[in-house]
């Protein structure tokens, strides 16, 4: 009666809502209060010959089943309408008999012979809805006549009940695991079925009673991935993910040999710009292992089988169900060749927009890639970034998300962000931001001493729990350099006044203990106050305060002796058994007693040993081991039933399980391609099949992104498919045979394939034949041109360095040479600067030829230093300034953008010509040398195809159109970095050939010389450090370093500065003028001031001189990506 | 895979449970009520919860939790995505979904789930098929039934799941063939203090409603395909078409459904269509605080920016707010600390504004963080991101069908940084615009 009462209760509680089961009979409502008698009712209706009154029972009997009530009693009147013609009240006799007939065993067997009737039914519909209900009758006295009937069904004409079937075997195994091998036998037999209606229900089934028996798949593999585009929804999620596993015991890892791949690639390679950076050195530093290795290697080459997997999948990136985009998605990241994996980011990202539930699955399973796959994700940082509106668990995953992309670059601008966050209400989220800034802080060394500040400024906060938060972060952070940080630590010891939250307490204590010799004044008595209050604190307070006690009596016995016995006495008397054994353990250890033994003389090392910074990481490192999507991996635990991602195999796969497979695939397809077998297959196929015209659309889409394959999706027989493709919309039985003569085509190609070796190793094959031709070639001209070659270089390098007198006219010499056999191809350019001109005018006279061209200038790299200086000396005498405020005076560095040997032939350098880009005042002008060094001409030399970083841009320089062998051309580019040291990727293409080439800029490039008198310097200074920021201090990075021996006069300091960077010398003869109190002379200081060139932020620098060759550098910076990188720099140009 | 589902109401009442292999005792959901305590706020409870035999796995929608419980491996996403496709059936078949029409309805539901569902995996999900086999109750048939005793289960034996086309049936007629596509587009952005963007993005998405005799084959292309950056489509577009021509070809199931979601590439500058101008500053030592708010259009094309709404969480230490709106009304939440305004249309010749004071708790300290506002606003007859559709062609059926097409901006995420000025320091923090029409 309990039941009923609660019944009662809810009813009365939800009237306005009303019960369900009365709605349609207002009158069985009130009549009936008890259980017992409603019951009684029931029966009585369910005994009635009216339809309405059983419909209207078993309507009342589902709502209770539905709130959880038992109705188990009923089953004897129920089960007998289990024939009764109504469809409805059929049906939910069914619902009723399928939840209690494990209850009721005995009674349950009346209902099966109806089932049985059923299965013989020669309507379909009723034929599967029977084996449905059979199979879901948990009674295990059926299990023979359910194993019979699914039998049956696995052969019926109906694919509908086929896949009824299929369902039922799963229900059996769990009934009686004792069927496995019987009912493998079904599930291979199903496997075979060729309609997309079974294919994802046995799939199931397979998965739910034999995963292991991967050898099972072997035959059907390719038909599924065939048929995967058109199969349900829920079906692809289940078919991916086992094909997943399948991939991964069948073919090679294809990522076991990048380089190849990625020269194989081509194109696509270069999808994001940090990869690229990555790859560029490695392809760099491979080419010329490549030439050693050449002839051992065995080159990679896709399985062809993979290969139409990963195509067949990559469509339902587009799927509307997140389930199979992400099941897509992690088949890509583990089965993909890295070039390839980016595709799956931006499906992921697209998911972030769905519900709540949705996005914190795909941000885990995000998290996990980021650790792996960087460069996937950073195109989409700002997707990541946390909104107010979302979920506390959603930004904290985000924010996970955000650290993981940390990088140099991006640093400044995530941080900028986290200092907002700081800021919310939600105060889990804040918490969980320190610590991500602690961790960025770790991994990106040029940050950390700016966020330490940063969180040092937090200490002030008036939550006391941001402030325990940065206590905890900064305690990790000083453990990494305590030395640089005494004064840090003397802030924190000062907040134990203040602070409560224990947690933090006791790392101030530990900080203060473990580095008590850097505040030997303080410690002490940072110890007195917490003896006094010891009786007051938490446990692990307490614990702390007997640590600094201790390791202070080993350091400074003297002062604290007394207050350390009394601590430790407090503490012997503790309620906590933890507490009090501590206490007996130390007091024996560091006081010497005749007892205590050998150990005391170790107290001093014991405590004060050197202890290794923790190492703060990702929680979602290493969790890829798990199959991402998966439940394991969401919970970083095995689930029940997870099947582990087998390892790639270590060798090549075994080749004979490979023939096996290509031998039992050979008869599959063969026979599919008999006419009336697809014929058949035809009738049952949904609609227009895309997944069966597809194989040449796809290949041909495919084709770009993998280049490998080009040449098997270009062989003609595809042309066809683009031509279907229209027809294809077209219903009818024409365009069905003509997909059918197309797939018999595609048929006779997959013939050929298996026949002949794969063509996508041809190609590849091919491919690398010509590249080691080309190195034989490259290396008898190597040989030819050894000693020409020789010459340029060196008169190049003399060109950039020339000291001498001689050298210089020898280039002068060779420059005209040069220009003059220049003038034809090249447009002649133009330089600019006011100052450049007059000194350019002097040379120009007789070398150049007036540009008609406005585009760019690029700068006579080949003035000597000598000269340059000598042109300064003119310079000086019409300027009133000391000769250091004329900003590019030093040498420009060469860089190497191709190599002769790479570029056969053709070699490019750049340098940064510190020159205004005329054409976008917000580029950096790059100017490029080209010197053709092969035997034949090079024609129609331009860039194609560049990759940049979001908000970068390009200009490209005019084309050369002809530059004869043993020339040189110069040209100009500008190039936008953004103020980012990403580098500029881009194609180098000549009339025959195309180069994979990258610009990064130094930091010092970036930005370009400002006028600014010293007091203007200053003012900027102050307003620099005055900046609005919360985490203030971050615009200004100071470094003490010790010059170099042969650095320390004016001009070499000077010199190097601006070398390092293209700043403009402040000058201090203003200074005398306005600062009254003039610097002893002979500790000068020096400044620097420049914009960076893009967002023309201030960057100011200050080098002041101090006795011995010390020196203080300060940078001021806006942006402190670029200060911290910066201050690298010129320190190392100044001490070496 | 799904062993059972409980139905949660935001009280913590189980309402429904439905079981579809052997019975879990509902005590399974003990582990999910723990987790819904530490939880401060609804939307915090973990989506999976691992219990000793068994993992839930549950959604929360219109303050429902749908929890699933799991007995082994499976994706979870998977769960997810049927928990909400439930959800979306429940709201096509019952007009909402909440408590009250689900307890309502609760035979239908249970059919409903039986079909959804064959021994945990998802048998008819597609709506078509499933409203076949159990009709959709409406008022009329109710009371027909009532009358009659028939019933809501399908007459004749359904045939959608045979179908060719599984997301169609056959033979459907109507006597006025109609087509009409709505483009609803959503601005996601946030920006900064100053007003200059950091991030914004347009995410877009095309439902339809269809509702055309027998078997249509429809196409339907854009002038400038290219600003749709990444799609997602309904099973029913032929993708080869997609990827060739950048056409949508598809045979449309019968009714309302979602073509098409799209993201409009982030290269393409967004206009962000209104502006705030915001004035919030506290004064250290006095209890009170100014509070100054305007809105306005930009950007908007000469539409109008309708159904605004306003609301900013207000930092705790606020006490009460007194504030003078030049048009629409507002409420102040003295508990929750939400202020929220009802604008309705901006007027771009007379701006409306929101200004008055703010009175803090008496001696407490300026407060330390800062209020987020979220606006929420329609504008009608445009797209934002310039998406125009080109035409709309039937093959495959003779007569002409009546075609419409309908433009909407509605804005998603729409984030704002605000300052707040106090007399001696600036804090900087975001506040959410959200902004939606529709």
């Not at chain 1, 009934?175 to 294919?199: F, G, N, R, W, Y």
Request: charged share 25%; net charge negative.
């Amino acid at each position: 009666m309990s039941a009923s009462s609660a019944f009662n209760d809810e009813k009365g509680g939800s009237s306005s809502v009303g019960e369900p089961e009365y709605g349609h009979d207002p009158a069985s409502g009130g009549i009936f209060s008890s259980d017992y008698k409603r019951h009684d009712d029931l029966k009585e209706m369910l005994d009635s010959n009216k339809d309405s009154l059983k419909l209207e029972a078993m309507k009342r009997i589902v709502a209770m089943i539905a709130r959880g009530k038992n109705a188990s009693d009923l089953f004897p009147a129920v089960v007998k309408n289990v024939a009764c013609k109504n469809i409805e009240v059929k049906k939910l006799v069914y619902v009723y008999l399928v939840r209690y007939a494990e209850e009721q065993q005995d009674l349950a067997l009346l209902s099966i012979s109806t089932f049985q009737r059923g299965l013989k039914d020669p309507n379909q519909l009723i034929r599967a809805s029977a084996l449905r209900v059979l199979s879901s009758i948990r009674v295990t006295i059926i299990v023979p006549i359910m194993m019979l009937a699914i039998k049956e069904a696995a052969s019926d004409m109906s694919p509908y009940v086929r896949k009824t079937a299929a369902h039922a075997i799963p229900k059996l195994y769990s009934l009686d695991p004792e069927q496995k091998d019987q009912l493998i036998e079904v599930i291979e037999k199903l496997l075979a079925d060729k309609t997309t209606l079974v294919a994802g229900s046995v799939v199931m089934a397979f998965e739910e009673v034999c995963p292991e028996r991967i050898d099972l798949i072997h035959k059907n593999y390719r038909k599924l991935c065939n048929l995967l585009i058109d199969v349900e929804e829920w079906g692809q999620v289940v078919i991916i993910n086992m094909l997943t596993r399948y991939a991964r015991t069948q073919f090679l890892n294809p990522n076991i040999n990048e380089s190849l791949l990625e020269e194989g690639g081509g194109g696509e390679k270069t999808f994001y710009g940090s990869d690229e950076d990555e790859d560029e050195d490695e392809e760099e530093k491979e080419k010329k292992a490549e030439v050693a290795a050449m002839a051992k290697r065995k080159p990679y080459v896709m399985d062809p089988d993979h290969r139409l997997l990963l195509r067949n999948t990559k469509p339902l990136l587009q799927s509307r169900n997140a389930a199979v985009v992400m099941a897509v998605a992690q088949l890509y990241f583990h089965l993909a060749p890295k070039a390839e994996v980016g595709v799956i980011a931006k499906a992921l990202v697209r998911l972030l927009r769905s519900h709540s539930e949705v996005q914190y699955v795909v941000l885990q399973n995000v998290a996990t890639m980021t650790i792996k796959r960087r460069g996937m994700f950073e195109p989409y940082l700002k997707s990541f970034y946390i909104r107010s509106t979302d979920p506390t668990q959603i930004k904290v995953l985000k924010l996970e998300v955000l650290t993981n992309l940390a990088n140099e670059t991006n640093i400044s601008t995530i941080l900028r962000e986290f200092q907002t966050y700081i800021k919310s209400m939600d105060k889990d989220f804040v918490a969980a931001t320190i610590q991500a800034i602690g961790r960025c802080a770790t991994n990106i060394g040029e940050v950390r001493d700016t966020c330490l500040n940063g969180l040092v400024q937090l200490l002030s906060n008036r939550d006391e729990l941001v402030v325990a938060e940065s206590v905890v972060v900064i305690k990790k952070l000083l453990q990494m350099q305590p030395e640089k940080h005494s004064d840090i630590i003397k802030h924190m010891a000062k907040l134990t006044d203040n602070i409560q939250v224990p947690m933090a307490r006791a790392s101030i204590l530990w900080l203060i203990g473990e580095y008590c010799e850097h505040v030997p004044k303080i410690a002490p008595d940072v110890l007195r106050k917490m003896a006094k209050s010891f009786t007051n604190e938490e446990d692990i307070v307490k614990l702390q305060i007997i640590n600094l006690a201790a390791k202070l009596y080993l350091t400074n016995s003297k002062q604290t002796k007394l207050l350390t016995q009394y601590v430790l006495n407090l503490a012997k008397y503790d309620q906590n058994y933890d507490i009090r054994d501590r206490a007996r353990f130390i007091r024996q250890l560091i006081v010497p007693t005749e007892k205590s033994g050998a150990l005391s003389k170790y107290a001093k090392k014991l405590f004060l040993a050197l202890k290794p910074a923790p190492v703060l990481e990702s929680p979602f490192k290493d969790r890829d081991h798990f199959q991402l999507g998966s439940l394991s991996h969401l919970l970083n635990a095995k689930a029940g039933g997870y099947q582990e991602l087998p390892d790639w195999p270590e060798a090549a796969p075994d080749p004979s399980v490979r023939n096996v497979e290509v031998k039992e695939s050979v008869p599959e397809w063969t026979k599919c391609s008999s006419r009336e077998k697809r014929k058949e297959k035809k009738v049952e196929k949904p609609f227009y099949s895309d997944s069966e015209g597809e194989s040449g659309p796809t290949e041909s889409a495919d084709s770009e992104s993998d280049s490998a394959s080009g040449s098997e999706s270009g062989s003609g027989s595809e042309e066809s498919g683009s031509g279907s493709e229209s027809e294809e919309s077209e219903e009818g039985s024409e365009s069905e045979e003509e997909e059918e003569e197309e797939e018999e085509k595609d048929k006779k190609k997959k013939k050929k394939e298996l026949k002949k070796p794969v063509p996508e190793t041809e190609s590849e094959q091919s491919s690398e034949e010509e590249d080691r031709k080309i190195k034989r070639k490259s290396k008898q001209r190597k040989s030819d041109s050894e000693s020409e070659s020789d010459e340029d270089e060196e008169s190049e390098s003399e060109s950039s360095q020339s000291e001498s007198e001689d050298s210089e006219s020898e280039i002068e010499v060779k420059k005209k040479k040069k220009t003059a056999e220049m003038k034809p191809p090249s447009k002649p350019v133009k330089k600019e600067t006011k100052k450049e001109k007059k000194e350019m005018s002097l040379l120009d006279l007789d070398d150049f030829e007036p540009a008609p061209s406005p585009q760019v200038t690029p700068v006579n790299t080949f003035l000597s230093n000598s000269l340059v200086t000598d042109l300064e000396g003119l310079s000086l005498s019409d300027s009133v300034l000391s000769p250091a405020t004329i900003a590019p005076s030093s040498v420009l560095k060469n860089y190497e953008l191709l190599h002769r040997i790479t570029g056969e032939g053709l070699s490019v350098e750049y340098c940064f010509s510190r020159q205004p880009f005329s054409p976008d005042a917000n580029m950096v002008a790059v100017q490029m040398q080209f010197t053709n060094s092969a035997t034949s001409d090079t024609k129609n030399l331009h860039m194609e195809d560049v990759k940049l970083q979001s908000g970068m841009r390009v200009k490209e320089f005019p084309e050369i159109e002809l530059l004869s062998a043993g020339e040189t051309a110069m040209a100009v580019m500008g190039i936008d970095f953004c103020d980012s040291t990403q580098a500029a990727n881009f194609q180098l293409c000549t009339h025959t050939r195309k180069f994979f080439v990258s610009i990064q800029p130094p930091v010092g490039e970036l930005m370009r010389p400002i006028f600014l008198t010293e007091n203007e310097f200053k003012k900027e200074q102050e307003k620099l450090l005055q900046n609005l920021g919360q985490l203030m201090g971050m615009n200004e990075i100071t470094e003490k370093l010790t010059l170099d021996a042969k650095c320390r006069n004016e001009h070499a300091i000077v010199q190097r500065v601006t070398t390092a960077a293209n700043l403009s010398r402040v000058p201090c003869g203003s200074d005398k003028e306005c600062s009254p109190p003039v610097p002893p002379p002979d500790h000068p200081v020096y400044r620097f001031a420049g914009r960076t060139v893009t967002s023309s932020s201030l960057v100011l620098v200050t080098v002041a001189t101090k006795e011995e060759g010390a020196a203080q550098l300060t940078v001021n910076c806006e942006k402190m990506v670029i200060g911290t990188m910066l201050v690298k720099d010129i320190l190392l140009a100044l001490t070496q | 895979m799904i062993h059972s589902l409980f139905l949660v109401n935001a009280s913590g009442d189980i309402f429904l449970e439905k079981h579809w292999k052997s019975v879990v005792s509902r005590s399974v959901c003990d582990y999910f009520f723990e987790a819904q305590e530490r939880a401060t706020e609804p939307e915090n409870v973990p989506p999976v919860i691992p219990t000793p035999h068994h993992y839930l796995i549950s959604v929360l929608r219109h303050r429902i939790y749908f929890v699933a419980v799991i007995q082994s491996e499976v994706p979870p996403l998977f769960v997810i995505e049927f928990l909400h496709r439930v959800v979306d059936t429940f709201q096509d078949y019952f007009g909402v979904c909440t408590e009250a029409a689900i307890k309502d309805n609760v035979v239908v539901v249970y059919e409903l789930l039986e079909e959804m569902l064959d021994n945990g995996f998802p048998l008819a999900t597609e709506s078509n098929i499933l409203k076949e086999l159990i009709k959709p109750p409406t008022i009329l048939r109710t009371m027909v039934n009532t009358i009659t005793g028939s019933t809501n289960v399908g007459e004749q034996l359904p045939t959608g799941q045979l179908s060719v086309v599984p997301w169609r049936r056959t033979g459907v007629k109507y006597t006025n063939n109609e087509a009409y596509f709505d483009v609803v587009e959503e601005i996601d952005a946030i920006i900064d203090k100053s007003g200059s963007t950091i991030t914004a993005e347009i995410q877009g998405v095309i439902d339809a409603c269809v509702k055309l005799t027998g078997m249509p084959d429809l196409t339907l292309s854009f002038m400038n395909p290219r600003l749709l950056d990444d799609v997602s489509f309904h099973p029913c577009v032929r993708f080869k078409r997609w990827e060739a021509e950048r056409i949508l070809s598809f045979i449309p199931p019968d009714g309302n459904f979602r073509l098409l979601s799209y993201h409009v590439s982030s290269q393409n500058l967004v206009a962000i269509p209104v502006y705030v101008k915001h004035n919030i500053t506290f004064r250290e030592g006095s209890s009170q605080g100014r509070f100054d708010l305007t809105l306005g259009p930009k950007q908007t094309m000469g539409k109008a920016v309708e159904s605004v709404l306003v609301s900013s969480q207000l930092p705790r230490g606020v006490l009460n707010a007194n504030l003078n709106p030049s048009q629409g009304t507002y409420t102040f939440d003295p508990v929750t600390k939400l202020l929220s305004w009802d604008v309705g249309k901006i007027n771009p010749q007379k701006l409306p504004s929101l200004k008055g004071t703010m009175s803090l708790q008496a001696g407490a300290s300026k407060p330390d963080e800062n209020p987020t506002i979220n606006i929420q606003f329609k504008i009608q007859q445009m797209a934002i991101s310039g998406l125009k559709v080109n035409r709309l062609d039937m093959y495959g059926e003779k007569y002409k069908p009546f075609k419409g097409i309908k433009y909407m901006t509605k804005a998603g995420k729409f984030q704002r940084c605000v300052w707040i000025a106090g007399s001696d320091r600036y804090y900087t923090n975001r506040a959410s615009l959200i902004i939606v029409t529709s």
